[in-house]
Structure formats: structure tokens, C-alpha cells
């Protein structure tokens, strides 16, 4: 069997069928080449067509296709399709010209977007119809340079390349962080039942075939860090977490008997999770403080792991799906390195469709490292809050 799948473009969408558009920008043809690669990788063949994009999801609804992409989520395909895990994350952010009061104004706002695009069907959702629909985002960048539209919604990294091409400096706009989108794949219900595990094994392939991970920008980072950062490293030298870690690290442990504690961790979650080591774990006098700890932040932070000197877990603040964390960037990008905190990429939870950020710091016995303290944020709301 052969898929027909789409690929959303600012006006066009790459879909099902024999014939492959040439006239996809740089990235449909980045994501023409992240499809190719996980193809490979799943053994599935395919096929592009093209047609416009709402034709499209009207073609997926109608069992004619099997899917289509780049695509946002859309509660709406629910009931035909399933989205897949991200091929690509967009920042959006509100950008107007200081001149104009912004989002909030009680003015009456015109806004300006790319036809066809992901942000231009989102502005209709919300009865915000664009009053001005163009090709491409350096003509949108022009007309609110000139004034001919006081608002714009567009990707962060997008639009400060355009500023730059047509020497527009971007300081003179004002800019608001609205939401992270993740952009995959709608397959339909149909192609998926037919096809049993797929979707997982699809879903798996989208790490091996990314083109470059998701980092905050440098601003981001700074506000994250200026909200949490000196709140993570007093809680890092809790004499409490310490003791926990001295206690923990006495031992020496081989990689082979930390592999096997954490495939039993695992095991344990499936078969008897009230009865397993993470529930023991969590019900310690280190965890309890670190659960504490973040009910201060309500929402804000997602999950605290203390890890000891070979990245295991030595306190949890929720349970964790692995026991040992040592070949991963939050423990590894700061356990023994000069840095005083590590800010990891961004995360995309499927079933939650929260994204998360992991800032680590070290925790010391004097100037020794003993372990890593790392919390979870939720960066949405670190970002859209003051």
C-alpha cells in the first residue's frame, strides 16, 4: 500500500498522488526531506500530489487521501485523522509597529497575514479576519513598516530574517510571545487502522530524522532564568537534597547494573505501579520536599528530578517514565561542567500537547558536583506571563 500524504506550504499543500509540486519554498522542501528520511526509516512508500490546502483536509475527511502535512492541530480533524508527533515547532509571536497599542487595544485592529497560511486560518477561527491577505511574509513585514496593517502573527525566527533581508529594523516593533504551534502529520483513521503500529513507528522516526532541535532564543532563555533560576539553585542547597545524595552516591555502580535498575523501574511502573521503586521513591522525605517545592508554582513547573553522580534518580517530584537519566542533555549539560545552569531544548508532550524546557543546575558538596537538580517548565506559560 502506498500513502498519499500533503504537505501544507504558505498557499499550497504537497498531497496524495502521482505528481510531486516543484514549486514548494525552503520549507516544504525541508519537510519533503524529513518525510523521505522517516519513509525510509518506517519502509513505507508514498506519493505527493498537490492542491490547495483546505481541499486538502476536505479530501482526508472524505477517505480520498491518507493525509496531509506540514498541519497544526485542529480539533475539527479529530473525528477523520490522527496528528502525529511534531516535524517542526513554530514560535508565533504578535509583532506591531509602536505606533499601534498592540493585541489588547480596544481599537479597532487591522490585521495582515500570509494567504493560506497556518496563521492566517487561525485568525479566521478567532474572528480575526485578516483585512490584508499577501503572498509572502516580507511583503506582511512592508505594510505594517508602512502602517497599512497594525498587527501581524508570525514565527519569531521568520520574521526577524525578514526584518533583516529588507534592512528593517526590527527594534521599532513591538513583540509578544503568543504560542508554541507543532506542525506534523493528519493520517487518516482509515490509512492508520490498515496499517497497525505505523503511526508509533512513525512517530519514533521523527527523532532519528529532525532536522535540528527546537532552542529557545537567547531573550526567551533570559526570561525563563529571570523568573525560576535563583529559586532552583537555593533549592539545590537544601542541606536535605545533599544528605540524599551523599547517601546515593557512596556506592559505585557499573552501567550495566544501572540499565537493568532502570528496565526494572519500567517494568514495575506497567505491572505494579503502586508497589514499584518510583512509588517508593517518590514517597521519601526528598521527594516530599520537592513536591512542595513546586506546588508553589502552580502550573508553571511540570516536574523536579534531583539526579545523583551517575544520573540516576535520587528524588522525584512526580513519577518519572525512567529510573536513570546519565545519557541525557539535562544531566550531562551540566553535571561536572563549568556552566552555573543548562537550559534544554524544547519538549513536545503528544497526549498533553504542553511543551516543557528542563533547567538544570548543579548541586555541590563545597566545590565538588555531587548531582543535578533539574526542573520542568511549562515554557508557554513561563513565556505568555509577566
Same mark, same amino acid.
Given at each position: 500500500m502506498r500513502f498519499a500524504l500533503l504537505l501544507l506550504c504558505p498557499q499550497w499543500v504537497a498531497a496524495a498522488g502521482l505528481v510531486l509540486g516543484t514549486h514548494s519554498p525552503v520549507d516544504g522542501n525541508s519537510s519533503q526531506q524529513q518525510i523521505n528520511c522517516i519513509m525510509q526509516q518506517t519502509r513505507q512508500p508514498y506519493t505527493l500530489q498537490v492542491m490547495p490546502w483546505r481541499r486538502a483536509r476536505q479530501e482526508v475527511k472524505m477517505d480520498r487521501i491518507d493525509g496531509y502535512f506540514t498541519a497544526m492541530p485542529n480539533d475539527d480533524m479529530n473525528d477523520f485523522a490522527q496528528l502525529s508527533a511534531p516535524l517542526f515547532l513554530e514560535n508565533w509571536y504578535w509583532f506591531w509597529h509602536q505606533r499601534h497599542a498592540g493585541p489588547d487595544s480596544k481599537e479597532p485592529i487591522r490585521y495582515g497575514a500570509i494567504l493560506g497560511s497556518h496563521q492566517a486560518d487561525w485568525l479566521?477561527?478567532?474572528?480575526?479576519?485578516?483585512?490584508?491577505?499577501?503572498?509572502? @511574509? /516580507?511583503? !506582511?513585514?512592508?505594510?505594517?513598516?508602512?502602517? $497599512?496593517?497594525?498587527?501581524? @502573527? /508570525?514565527? !519569531?525566527?521568520?520574521?526577524?530574517?525578514?526584518? $533583516?533581508?529588507?534592512?528593517?529594523?526590527?527594534?521599532?516593533?513591538h513583540q509578544r510571545f503568543f504560542r508554541y504551534v507543532p506542525l506534523g502529520v493528519y493520517f487518516a483513521h482509515k490509512a492508520l487502522q490498515q496499517r497497525p503500529g505505523f503511526i508509533a513507528q512513525f512517530n519514533a522516526a521523527t527523532h532519528l530524522c529532525a532536522s535540528a532541535p527546537f532552542a529557545l532564543s537567547t531573550a526567551e532563555q533570559q526570561l525563563i532564568l529571570s523568573k525560576l533560576l535563583a529559586d532552583v539553585q537555593q533549592l539545590a542547597r537544601l542541606p536535605l537534597l545533599r544528605q540524599r545524595l551523599q547517601q546515593q552516591n557512596q556506592p559505585e555502580v557499573d552501567l550495566s547494573a544501572m540499565l537493568l535498575l532502570d528496565s526494572q523501574w519500567q517494568q514495575q511502573l506497567l505491572a505494579s505501579p503502586d508497589d514499584s521503586l518510583a512509588a517508593k521513591m517518590l514517597s521519601s522525605a526528598a521527594s516530599e520536599v520537592l513536591q512542595q517545592w513546586q506546588t508553589q508554582y502552580a502550573e508553571l513547573v511540570t516536574e523536579v528530578i534531583l539526579m545523583d553522580q551517575h544520573g540516576a534518580n535520587a528524588a522525584i517530584s512526580r513519577v518519572t517514565t525512567d529510573y536513570w537519566q546519565g545519557d541525557e542533555m539535562p544531566f550531562l549539560g551540566i553535571f561536572e561542567q563549568q556552566a552555573a545552569y543548562f537550559i534544554d531544548v524544547v519538549e513536545y508532550d503528544q497526549s498533553t500537547r504542553r511543551f516543557q524546557v528542563k533547567l538544570s543546575v548543579p548541586v555541590r558538596d563545597g566545590q565538588r558536583h555531587i548531582g543535578v537538580l533539574s526542573v520542568g517548565i511549562d515554557v508557554e506559560r513561563a513565556l505568555a506571563t509577566n
Open positions: 479566521a477561527q478567532h474572528e480575526h479576519k485578516p483585512d490584508v491577505e499577501v503572498n509572502d @511574509l /516580507a511583503q !506582511l513585514v512592508q505594510l505594517l513598516n508602512i502602517g $497599512r496593517i497594525d498587527i501581524l @502573527l /508570525a514565527d !519569531l525566527d521568520d520574521f526577524n530574517e525578514v526584518a $533583516r533581508r529588507l534592512k528593517i529594523d526590527s527594534t521599532e516593533f
